[in-house]
């Protein structure tokens, strides 16, 4: 019996490999959420829609967003790092444990400490290049409904993009202060000149520029996903594209997100180096 489950589990990975997602560190059912329709402009996100964001937590105040790669390890921005964090998952809404929409509840969240953490040896903090990191977790998540790792994207990072994202976070809305409920909206994948022109650092092809008129991510929101989905081993899933790097204060327009697939080798070169450490 143990001999057929390997085999399975061992066809599923290949099968996912060959469709360009990065198995080698996820669950092999990643990226498998609750069906959510399409959302313009900005607004709350479906009770259980993004099982994979983690909350970063600082002093019991939202500090930044994550997001669940696999049970141990957390995906964000370097300039999120900060030895105080704690990380919550399974977080819809920061007012209420538990989360229920009309009488429909969520399990409660959990909160985990931080065994250590890295980010990118060429990281800059001015201009934000290579703004990516890892948080490892003290002890190993259990997925549940609600918590449930995203999968990441294959390397090479010169693929063809989408022409659409989705983007989660409890940062600022333009309307009014943070959000305590995650909130998401669709972003359309701009080309890297259309963010050199509001912002100083430099756009190159380790950044994903995207954006929308009427709705953008905004200052708190850093580390947080952009994700896009599609048709993988029979099933569809979200695949994470990007990590929010920068965006602008008016929470309108273009923001940058570091690209993902072209850290794919870091990304488990860091998890190796890290597993030898415990």
């Excluded at 509840?105 to 201009?127: G, V």
Aim: hydrophobic share 35%; glycine share 8%.
């Amino acid at each position: 019996m143990a001999s057929n489950w390997f085999g399975i589990f061992f066809a599923a990975c290949l099968i996912l490999q060959l469709q360009g997602i990065l198995v080698q560190m996820v669950y092999p059912d990643c990226g498998i959420v609750s069906p959510q329709s399409r959302v313009v402009g900005g607004q709350a996100a479906g009770l259980g829609s993004a099982p994979f964001m983690a909350y970063l937590m600082k002093n019991n105040l939202y500090h930044c967003g994550g997001s669940i790669i696999n049970k141990r390890y957390i995906l964000t921005a370097a300039s999120c790092l900060n030895s105080d964090i704690t990380v919550r998952l399974g977080e819809y809404d920061d007012r209420t444990d538990p989360d229920c929409v009309e009488k429909v509840c969520m399990p409660l969240h959990e909160d985990f400490s931080i065994s250590r953490f890295a980010y990118h040896k060429d990281y800059n903090n001015i201009t934000l290049e290579n703004d990516i990191a890892l948080i490892q977790l003290s002890k190993a998540i259990e997925f549940k409904e609600h918590i449930k790792p995203i999968c990441l994207h294959k390397f090479p990072g010169n693929a063809t993009r989408p022409n659409e994202y989705q983007v989660y976070g409890w940062g600022a809305t333009r309307h009014s202060g943070k959000s305590h409920s995650l909130q998401t909206t669709i972003l359309r994948n701009y080309p890297n000149s259309r963010c050199r022109r509001p912002f100083t650092m430099n756009i190159n092809p380790n950044v994903i520029c995207a954006g929308a008129r009427n709705s953008d991510t905004c200052q708190g929101d850093s580390g947080s996903p952009l994700v896009t989905h599609g048709h993988y081993a029979g099933r569809t899933r979200y695949v994470q594209m990007g990590i929010l790097s920068f965006g602008t204060r008016k929470c309108t327009g273009a923001g940058g997100y570091t690209n993902v697939r072209n850290y794919g080798s870091w990304i488990l070169e860091r998890m190796r180096i890290m597993d030898k450490r415990n």
